[in-house]
């Protein structure tokens, strides 16, 4: 029998009852999307994936599209990443 594995896709609001939520359900990763191109990724998308992994200890993917990003934005993002806990990124080329 083989086994059926899920994901979560969440926005960047962190909340205890999504914490909650998130150990209850176990899924095999989250992922957090960098829907808001007027705020920082640092203070969203990036936050909250670094608090929902310290809080959920499941496996934590981020994913962002490269055209809201300078070449420079996009390596300071990756040597970030590299330094943190979050365990995946998907980094969509997209189109300006």
Do not use: R
């Not at 490269?66 to 990443?81: H, I, N, R």
């Amino acid at each position: 029998m083989s086994t059926f594995n899920y994901s979560l896709e969440l926005l960047q609001n962190n909340s205890n009852s999504k914490e909650q939520a998130l150990n209850k359900l176990a899924p095999e990763f989250i992922s957090i999307a960098y829907t808001n191109h007027t705020l920082s990724f640092f203070e969203t998308t990036f936050s909250t994936a670094l608090a929902l992994k310290k809080a959920t200890k499941n496996k934590t993917v981020i994913h962002l599209p490269a055209s809201s990003f300078t070449q420079e934005e996009l390596d300071k993002l990756v040597a970030a990443l590299q330094k943190s806990t979050i365990d995946s990124a998907l980094i969509l080329s997209g189109k300006k």
